[in-house]
């Protein structure tokens, strides 16, 4: 057997585990009974995430018993010495299903020796599959997806998110927020890290940032992305280190002054000083 066909082998896996997922949460969807908070506010769980994350676990044991495996809501589990790593997040964007907002999704991704290269995230309210894999191309419901050829920032459509933490930091992304919406068409802020990336993939989106992020929230759609031709980097070009929290996703085309933009990010005082504006 070789590499791609190993990776189509896991990527059918990802795909079993994702779309079993998201029938929990479509059968979930405004019958939650309880909503817990997991200690931090707005760190929300509930019986649809558990339910699809047993779902997900399941299907993995069954298949790839031998795997490691990194879940949102059961921590490590597996053989932690394996050089395969799932990291899944059943339900990504718990808040916005909570409220009936149609922006989650359940997001799998496949890390090989800690490089993602399976990726799959099923959009329950919109009945939308992502699916891709290293040199295997991305697909949107089986139709392959590319990136968007926006070429300017002050031409492009950017979305990001704000960490659970926001209330007590002061690196919140508020002053980033605030001064990209300035220098582009606009910011989006949709609640789900897995489905900007898949928007990003798909050519809706052109560009995407964000901190306090864990490497279930990111995983699936770094492939998704780079296989739709797009870019992935730390805030300041560098390569990514998916545990650092921090992620720089664009078409490529905008690559490099989204980056400069962020290196440049006036304090957040400026923004609601409306003399000081002007300088900027």
Same mark, same amino acid.
């Given at each position: 057997?070789?590499?791609?066909?190993?990776?189509?082998?896991?990527?059918?896996?990802?795909?079993?585990?994702?779309?079993?997922?998201?029938?929990?949460?479509?059968?979930?969807?405004?019958?939650?009974?309880?909503?817990?908070?997991?200690?931090?506010?707005?760190?929300?769980?509930?019986?649809?995430?558990?339910?699809?994350?047993?779902?997900?676990?399941?299907?993995?044991? *069954?298949?790839?018993?031998?795997?490691?495996?990194?879940?949102?809501?059961?921590?490590?589990?597996?053989?932690?010495?394996?050089?395969?790593?799932?990291?899944?997040?059943?339900?990504?964007?718990?808040?916005?299903?909570?409220?009936?907002?149609?922006?989650?999704?359940?997001?799998?991704?496949?890390?090989?020796?800690?490089?993602?290269?399976?990726?799959?995230?099923?959009?329950?309210? *919109?009945?939308?599959?992502?699916?891709?894999?290293?040199?295997?191309?991305?697909? *949107?419901? *089986?139709?392959?997806?590319?990136?968007?050829?926006?070429?300017?920032?002050?031409?492009?459509?950017?979305?990001?998110?704000?960490?659970?933490?926001?209330?007590?930091?002061?690196?919140?992304?508020?002053?980033?927020?605030?001064?990209?919406?300035?220098?582009?068409?606009?910011?989006?802020?949709?609640?789900?890290?897995?489905?900007?990336?898949?928007?990003?993939?798909?050519?809706?989106?052109?560009?995407?940032?964000?901190?306090?992020?864990?490497?279930?929230?990111?995983?699936?759609?770094?492939?998704?992305?780079?296989?739709?031709?797009?870019?992935?980097?730390?805030?300041?070009?560098?390569?990514?280190?998916?545990?650092?929290?921090?992620?720089?996703?664009?078409?490529?085309?905008?690559?490099?002054?989204?980056?400069?933009?962020?290196?440049?990010?006036?304090?957040?005082?400026?923004?609601?000083?409306?003399?000081?504006?002007?300088?900027?």
């Amino acid at each position: 057997m070789n590499n791609l066909e190993e990776l189509e082998i896991f990527l059918d896996i990802a795909t079993e585990a994702a779309l079993a997922a998201g029938a929990i949460l479509q059968d979930f969807w405004g019958n939650l009974e309880t909503i817990e908070e997991k200690g931090r506010p707005g760190d929300l769980v509930t019986a649809a995430d558990k339910a699809a994350e047993a779902a997900i676990l399941k299907i993995l044991h *069954r298949h790839v018993p031998h795997h490691q495996i990194l879940a949102e809501e059961s921590g490590k589990l597996g053989d932690l010495n394996s050089n395969y790593l799932w990291a899944i997040d059943p339900l990504d964007g718990t808040t916005n299903y909570t409220h009936q907002y149609p922006a989650s999704a359940t997001s799998i991704g496949l890390l090989i020796d800690g490089i993602p290269q399976v990726g799959v995230i099923f959009d329950p309210a *919109r009945n939308q599959l992502f699916r891709a894999a290293k040199g295997l191309g991305a697909t *949107r419901d *089986r139709r392959p997806i590319h990136v968007s050829q926006t070429k300017e920032l002050a031409k492009s459509l950017l979305v990001t998110g704000f960490a659970y933490d926001r209330h007590q930091t002061p690196d919140n992304n508020y002053a980033e927020f605030c001064y990209l919406t300035h220098l582009t068409q606009g910011v989006r802020r949709s609640g789900a890290a897995s489905l900007d990336l898949a928007h990003v993939a798909c050519g809706s989106l052109d560009g995407y940032w964000e901190r306090g992020l864990s490497p279930w929230d990111i995983a699936a759609g770094i492939v998704l992305l780079e296989e739709a031709g797009g870019k992935i980097t730390a805030y300041d070009g560098s390569p990514i280190v998916i545990n650092s929290g921090r992620i720089l996703a664009t078409n490529g085309l905008i690559h490099a002054s989204l980056s400069a933009a962020l290196q440049q990010v006036p304090p957040l005082s400026v923004w609601s000083n409306p003399a000081t504006y002007s300088s900027v």
